[in-house]
């Protein structure tokens, strides 16, 4: 009778799942030896068909375990081949194919928010329907005021009561939200909607603003200064961008100033930075003690400051888009020009981190 020990040793010497199946065949196959030999038992006497019986069920069952034992070897090696075929280098750079673009308004804000964080500002929000109270009456611009005028203001229908609600036209009523919510001390940046009933080649009826607001104990202008020079020089990049200060007016900040950074308009053409030139690009001021008392906060105890800037504006400058309408369009051909991509995120700490050089 055939020796089976020669398939065993085939079957522990395969290489292949496909070698496997072969010689699986050829062994067990209906026209396989142990196939054949099993077939021959029935010419055999009894005494003998026992005994040559139980010699091929025992060889079967080697076979089969022969057969079990390798196909689980073969597996876990081209498991394991495949594995290390498949390790992903995460140090490869990112590949932005076909991925969307951040628009410059939030690119903008997030570089604001940034800059302000770092100083240890936190981000605040508030509602773009807003009530008349927090809105005018609470900054200091009580119904009768001339700054109403200059507030284009869109209105929703008179209430039951006789009152409007309005669509915010600034930030600062967040000012108001924030100081009757927490306890000083408080320091908030907060960038969001407004609107106003104005519609030419640099106004839009939505824009954006960024808010900021800090009340403690001694804040007082030469803070208001300090950071609002340090936001324009980071924000435009320039270690030696002149900032000046020119007093101004506003109803809910006494005193009050404009922030004008340097520029050049050498040539029709407009460059930030030194050139004996000056542009305006916010408002500020150190907080309206009338303020906090509307906010339940004693201007005895307690002062700070405010500044507000338009978004589009300064985006504009800094990224160069001539055309203040150009930021709603939806044009993807824009987007794709003066978008950032997602994992742009702006930050001061980023760079000396990436350099490795962080402490
Ligand atoms: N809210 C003012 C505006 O819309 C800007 C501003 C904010 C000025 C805070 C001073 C302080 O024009």
């Known amino acids: ?31 396989g030896p142990l196939t054949l030999a099993m077939r021959e038992l029935g010419a055999l006497d009894p005494e003998e068909r026992r005994r040559a019986g139980a ?64 100083m240890g500002f936190v981000f605040a929000e508030g509602p773009h329907i807003e009530e008349d109270f927090y809105n005018f009456t609470a900054l200091n611009i009580p119904p009768e005021h001339p700054a109403r005028q200059e507030h284009d203001t869109f209105y929703l229908p008179e209430r039951a009561d006789g009152t409007r609600l309005a669509l915010r036209t600034h930030t600062s009523p967040v000012q108001i939200r924030t100081m009757q919510a927490q306890k000083p001390p408080i320091r908030i940046i907060v960038p969001g909607r407004t609107f106003r009933c104005d519609h030419d080649a640099t106004h839009s009826p939505m824009f954006h603003q960024v808010e900021g607001l800090v009340i403690d104990r001694t804040s007082h202008m030469g803070h208001l200064k300090g950071c609002l020079i340090e936001f324009c020089r980071a924000f ?115 760079g000396p981190l990436l350099g490795g050089a962080a402490s």
Not at 8 to 21: C, D, G, N, R, Y
Not at 68 to 80: I, K
Not at 305 to 330: C, H, N, Q, V, W
Request: proline fraction near 6%; charged fraction near 25%.
């Open 1 to 31: 009778m055939e020796n089976f020990d020669e398939a065993v040793k085939e079957i522990t010497a395969a290489t292949s799942p496909e070698a496997l199946e072969a010689i699986r065949v050829r062994v067990l196959g209906r026209r």
């Open 55 to 118: 010699l091929l069920n025992t060889a079967r069952d080697r076979i089969n375990a022969a057969l079990a034992e390798a196909t689980e070897r073969l597996g876990r090696a081209a498991l394991e081949e495949r594995i290390a075929g498949e390790r992903a280098d995460v140090t490869l750079p990112v590949q932005f194919a076909g991925m969307g673009r951040v628009h410059p308004i939030s690119q903008t804000i997030d570089e604001i928010v940034a800059i302000f964080g770092e």
């Open 236 to 350: 435009f990049g320039l270690d030696d961008l002149p900032v000046r200060f020119r007093p101004s007016y506003f109803p809910f900040t006494e005193p009050s100033a404009e922030v004008d950074i340097g520029c050049s308009r050498k040539g029709g053409e407009l460059k930030i930075g030194a050139g004996g030139d000056w542009l305006e690009i916010l408002g500020s001021g150190m907080v309206h003690p009338q303020v906090l008392k509307n906010c339940g906060i004693d201007p005895s105890e307690y002062q700070g400051f405010a500044f507000g800037m338009g978004i589009e504006r300064i985006a504009m400058l800094k990224y160069g888009i001539p055309d203040l309408r150009t930021f709603y369009e939806s044009d993807l051909r824009w987007l794709r020009h003066y978008g950032f991509l997602p994992l742009d995120i702006p930050s001061l700490v980023r």
